[in-house]
């Protein structure tokens, strides 16, 4: 159980285009999910958490005009790249977290979406 | 500030012991994980331990715990090269719906056969 499943797993795009990535829990209702994004050989840096119903909380210094996120149902939450520019390449990773998590709020992670941007 | 050391390499021989160790930053973190990466993939839970524990042994997986340090290491026993990865450790920051995960640096685990 607690499956996470990302689309695309990769996309390159032109700069000046949107674009948008989908994050579902597949097996379990998320009631929180997160957005990450990894440099070539970084750490992940959170850019924002989703609480269903609630608007996207932002990490500080992502520009929630560029990646805008929407938490539109239990099972689903999109990133998106709005007019992309090569410097928004990286890997984007999201995570769920659900009332099965347990004591221990255990995230569930997605497999990633590699964005190029061209 | 919410900095999380690791070391960014390890390489060790197949059946030796691997520690990775990682340093973290807020003490009133709950829980810490350690989670691993495989090539383009994403995060899998390895391990967690409760901040109130000093050790915690889960197969092949020892994770010990000093908190006066604020010192996280993960001990894999008898190392496969199938544990070569990248390992992150992390803290829980933060309480209820807004509880969030800062992670390590990374350290990148290369096993020789």
Not at chain 1, 17 to 46: G, H, N
Not at chain 2, 59 to 68: A, G, I, M
Not at chain 2, 93 to 101: C, E, H, R, V
């Given at each position: 159980?607690?499956?996470?499943?990302?689309?695309?797993?990769?996309?390159?795009?032109?700069?000046?285009?949107?674009?948008?990535?989908?994050?579902?829990?597949?097996?379990?209702?998320?009631?929180?999910?997160?957005?990450?994004?990894?440099?070539?050989?970084?750490?992940?840096?959170?850019m924002?958490?989703?609480?269903?119903?609630?608007?996207?909380?932002?990490?500080?210094?992502?520009?929630?005009?560029?990646?805008?996120?929407?938490?539109?149902?239990?099972?689903?939450?999109?990133?998106?790249?709005?007019?992309?520019?090569?410097?928004?390449?990286?890997?984007?990773?999201?995570?769920?977290?659900?009332?099965?998590?347990?004591?221990?709020?255990?995230?569930?992670?997605?497999?990633?979406?590699?964005?190029?941007?061209? | 500030?919410?900095?999380?050391?690791?070391?960014?390499?390890?390489?060790?021989?197949?059946?030796?012991?691997?520690?990775?160790?990682?340093?973290?930053?807020?003490?009133?973190?709950?829980?810490?994980?350690?989670?691993?990466?495989?090539?383009?993939?994403?995060?899998?839970?390895?391990?967690?331990?409760?901040?109130?524990?000093?050790m915690?042994?889960?197969?092949?997986?020892?994770?010990l715990?000093?908190?006066?340090?604020?010192?996280?290491?993960?001990?894999?026993?008898?190392?496969?090269?199938?544990?070569?990865?990248?390992?992150?450790?992390?803290?829980?920051?933060?309480?209820?719906?807004?509880?969030?995960?800062?992670?390590?640096?990374?350290?990148?685990?290369?096993?020789?056969?």
């Amino acid at each position: 159980g607690a499956v996470v499943s990302q689309h695309p797993s990769w996309v390159i795009c032109k700069s000046g285009t949107s674009v948008k990535i989908e994050c579902r829990s597949l097996d379990f209702q998320a009631t929180t999910m997160f957005w990450y994004r990894q440099f070539p050989k970084q750490s992940l840096m959170l850019m924002a958490t989703s609480n269903e119903g609630s608007k996207a909380t932002y990490e500080q210094g992502v520009e929630k005009d560029k990646f805008l996120i929407n938490h539109a149902s239990l099972t689903l939450s999109t990133l998106t790249v709005t007019s992309a520019h090569p410097e928004d390449s990286s890997f984007y990773i999201c995570s769920a977290r659900g009332r099965t998590s347990g004591p221990y709020n255990e995230q569930f992670f997605g497999p990633g979406t590699r964005l190029t941007v061209l | 500030g919410e900095d999380v050391e690791q070391s960014l390499f390890l390489s060790v021989r197949e059946g030796d012991s691997s520690v990775i160790n990682c340093t973290y930053t807020d003490s009133s973190s709950t829980y810490l994980y350690w989670y691993k990466q495989e090539p383009g993939a994403g995060l899998q839970l390895l391990t967690y331990i409760f901040s109130n524990m000093d050790m915690k042994q889960d197969q092949r997986l020892t994770v010990l715990l000093n908190k006066k340090d604020k010192h996280l290491s993960l001990r894999i026993a008898d190392t496969q090269t199938g544990d070569s990865a990248i390992y992150f450790c992390a803290e829980s920051m933060g309480g209820g719906a807004t509880n969030k995960l800062i992670f390590g640096t990374g350290t990148l685990l290369a096993v020789q056969p």
